[in-house]
């Protein structure tokens, strides 16, 4: 169904056959309703039109909030904070610097030791100005009211790609710098039906930056960048797939932050196997992990992991399967510690033999690889697939994040031997679609809910929600969230799809206040 998104109930068995309509099928619908209480805050955005209305815990001190369009991309003028410490290092007697003395330039007047313009207030005075949504008066950063004076989960700014030919366009990798800046990863349409891999680079206040996209020129092919990580604060490496003359390959590319290409690698289609990618690590060193899906003879897809080093060439690779057309699939990769020295953990999905069901699938590797160290699988029901999408690393834990019928489940798993779980979480009504962990263990998860919603729930490091926001796109139609990215001030990004009335999917990617 060209141009038609795929909506199914459960995820793609071959992902390869899927990902020539929509790529993977990782956008699913879902049924239910979210559960849980609100502990701090409960932010819901809901965006009809080009105006996004944002209510949140009545406590908050909000003011009216600044509204977001959904063109070409929004962006939110930047609100100085004259109590920031870097203040202190203007001019005395300049805008938004200490007075000097008691006296400030021409047009300024000197309160709270602050320079500001005569008649206007700052961030932090106890009253929302222009520009602000709330303003608490204190300097509390985790409370009802960011210190930037933005709520909490706030949508800052978001953006929308339309690609030259009108066509399904939709973003499936994120990443962000420690200073904010944003890249997102998917494909545009091209001509007709054939799709390019796509990067774009976004500043922290939503300005877009450089863009590329690349593919093989076949008729018709589609090319998707699936994985995007940051490799020693320098380098963006992306991985994808593509359709090359002997099946699907997946490439891998290293550029600088400023767009420029700076190496590629091919790990090419060939002897009867083909290669998918899902997901990228990088450790310190630039070692880079890939965790995805192979076929062999056109038959069952085998779980794919692999390692390469800092210019994308392979060092090793590990196939697990279980032969007789079952299918296993690697969906996630994560990094037990940042080094990589105590390797890494891959999650997906393997078929039960006995049921035919999919099941959650774990395995840990040594950093060499060789074979998985060990493996754990789970289900909770029969006739029911589950299937991990996600997974990080916390202290001495996996958190695994799966689809569960029509649920998403959460759950820790301890890393010594893949058992027992514990605290599984269960969210009814949303369909998973990333996971990713704060410097303070604080945890975000993405998704897509029954009405079709993008969907953003973040929880403290002891597992309590904090809040939770949606965002419907400017159609009112199907909207899809899919990864997920926490950058080092706590802000989070989130890539995806919304609809528009004239031109189908556009990729979109979002950037919300911690």
Same mark, same amino acid.
């Given at each position: 169904?060209?141009?038609?998104?795929?909506?199914?109930?459960?995820?793609?068995?071959?992902?390869?056959?899927?990902?020539?309509?929509?790529?993977?099928?990782?956008?699913?619908?879902?049924?239910?309703?979210?559960?849980?209480?609100?502990?701090?805050?409960?932010?819901?955005?809901?965006?009809?039109?080009?105006?996004?209305?944002?209510?949140?815990?009545?406590?908050?001190?909000?003011?009216?909030?600044?509204?977001?369009?959904?063109?070409?991309?929004?962006?939110?003028?930047?609100?100085?904070?004259?109590?920031?410490?870097?203040?202190?290092?203007?001019?005395?007697?300049?805008? !938004?610097?200490?007075?000097?003395?008691?006296?400030?330039?021409?047009?300024?007047?000197?309160?709270?030791?602050?320079?500001?313009?005569?008649?206007?207030?700052?961030?932090?005075?106890?009253?929302?100005?222009?520009?602000?949504?709330?303003?608490?008066?204190?300097?509390?950063?985790?409370?009802?009211?960011?210190?930037?004076?933005?709520?909490?989960?706030?949508?800052?700014?978001?953006?929308?790609?339309?690609?030259?030919?009108?066509?399904?366009?939709?973003?499936?990798?994120?990443?962000?710098?420690?200073?904010?800046?944003?890249?997102?990863?998917?494909?545009?349409?091209?001509?007709?039906?054939?799709?390019?891999?796509?990067?774009?680079?976004?500043?922290?206040?939503?300005?877009?930056?450089?863009?590329?996209?690349?593919?093989?020129?076949?008729?018709?092919?589609?090319?998707?960048?699936?994985?995007?990580?940051?490799?020693?604060?320098?380098?963006?490496?992306?991985?994808?797939?593509?359709?090359?003359?002997?099946?699907?390959?997946?490439?891998?590319?290293?550029?600088?932050?400023?767009?420029?290409?700076?190496?590629?690698?091919?790990?090419?289609?060939? !002897?009867?196997?083909?290669?998918?990618?899902?997901?990228?690590?990088?450790?310190?060193?630039?070692?880079?992990?890939?965790?995805?899906?192979?076929?062999?003879?056109?038959?069952?897809?085998?779980?794919?992991?692999?390692?390469?080093?800092?210019?994308?060439?392979?060092?090793?690779?590990?196939?697990?399967?279980?032969?007789?057309?079952?299918?296993?699939?690697?969906?996630?990769?994560?990094?037990?510690?940042?080094?990589?020295?105590?390797?890494?953990?891959?999650?997906?999905?393997?078929?039960?033999?006995?049921?035919?069901?999919?099941?959650?699938?774990?395995?840990?590797?040594?950093?060499?690889?060789?074979?998985?160290?060990?493996?754990?699988?789970?289900?909770?029901?029969?006739?029911?697939?589950?299937?991990?999408?996600?997974?990080?690393?916390?202290? !001495? !834990?996996?958190?695994?994040?799966?689809?569960?019928?029509?649920?998403?489940?959460?759950?820790?798993?301890?890393?010594?031997?893949?058992?027992?779980?514990?605290?599984?979480?269960?969210?009814?009504?949303?369909?998973?679609?990333?996971?990713?962990?704060?410097?303070?263990?604080?945890?975000?998860?993405?998704?897509?809910?029954?009405?079709?919603?993008?969907?953003?729930?973040?929880?403290?490091?002891?597992?309590?929600?904090?809040?939770?926001?949606?965002?419907?796109?400017?159609?009112?139609?199907?909207?899809?969230?899919?990864?997920?990215?926490?950058?080092?001030?706590?802000?989070?990004?989130?890539?995806?799809?919304?609809?528009?009335?004239?031109?189908?999917?556009?990729?979109?990617?979002?950037?919300?206040?911690?």
């Amino acid at each position: 169904m060209p141009g038609t998104l795929l909506n199914t109930t459960g995820f793609r068995p071959v992902c390869v056959a899927a990902f020539f309509v929509f790529y993977s099928g990782c956008f699913h619908d879902s049924m239910g309703e979210s559960l849980g209480p609100v502990t701090q805050a409960t932010t819901e955005s809901t965006e009809t039109g080009e105006t996004t209305d944002t209510t949140t815990d009545p406590s908050t001190t909000a003011g009216p909030t600044d509204p977001t369009t959904s063109d070409t991309e929004t962006t939110e003028s930047p609100t100085t904070d004259p109590t920031d410490a870097t203040t202190i290092s203007c001019t005395p007697g300049e805008e !938004n610097c200490m007075c000097n003395g008691s006296v400030c330039d021409d047009g300024l007047v000197c309160d709270d030791d602050l320079c500001i313009p005569e008649g206007e207030g700052f961030c932090g005075d106890g009253e929302v100005d222009p520009g602000e949504s709330c303003d608490d008066g204190n300097d509390e950063d985790d409370d009802a009211c960011h210190n930037d004076c933005r709520l909490p989960g706030e949508l800052l700014w978001d953006n929308v790609h339309n690609g030259p030919a009108n066509g399904i366009d939709a973003g499936f990798a994120v990443a962000s710098t420690s200073e904010g800046m944003v890249f997102a990863g998917g494909y545009e349409t091209v001509d007709g039906f054939a799709r390019e891999a796509l990067i774009r680079q976004y500043t922290p206040e939503g300005t877009e930056g450089w863009s590329t996209s690349f593919g093989t020129l076949l008729p018709d092919a589609n090319d998707v960048v699936t994985g995007l990580a940051i490799s020693q604060d320098t380098t963006l490496v992306a991985v994808g797939a593509q359709q090359g003359l002997n099946g699907t390959d997946t490439f891998l590319k290293g550029y600088s932050l400023e767009g420029s290409e700076v190496w590629d690698s091919l790990r090419a289609a060939g !002897n009867s196997r083909t290669y998918f990618p899902e997901d990228v690590v990088v450790a310190e060193d630039g070692t880079i992990f890939v965790a995805g899906s192979s076929t062999f003879d056109n038959n069952d897809n085998d779980a794919w992991v692999a390692a390469f080093d800092p210019t994308g060439e392979l060092i090793w690779e590990h196939f697990e399967f279980l032969g007789g057309g079952f299918e296993e699939e690697a969906r996630g990769v994560a990094l037990i510690d940042p080094a990589g020295e105590q390797g890494l953990i891959a999650c997906g999905f393997q078929t039960d033999p006995d049921n035919l069901d999919l099941e959650v699938w774990l395995a840990r590797y040594p950093a060499q690889g060789t074979e998985p160290m060990w493996q754990y699988q789970y289900s909770d029901a029969d006739n029911v697939d589950d299937s991990a999408v996600d997974c990080e690393v916390v202290g !001495n !834990n996996a958190l695994v994040l799966a689809r569960r019928g029509d649920a998403t489940d959460l759950r820790t798993l301890e890393l010594t031997d893949g058992d027992p779980v514990i605290n599984p979480k269960v969210i009814e009504g949303v369909t998973p679609g990333g996971i990713a962990v704060s410097l303070e263990n604080s945890l975000v998860v993405s998704g897509t809910t029954a009405d079709s919603d993008i969907w953003v729930r973040r929880f403290d490091s002891g597992g309590s929600e904090v809040w939770t926001t949606t965002h419907d796109g400017p159609a009112g139609d199907a909207d899809l969230g899919h990864r997920v990215t926490v950058d080092a001030t706590g802000h989070i990004a989130v890539v995806g799809a919304v609809t528009n009335l004239t031109e189908g999917f556009n990729l979109w990617v979002g950037r919300f206040a911690p």
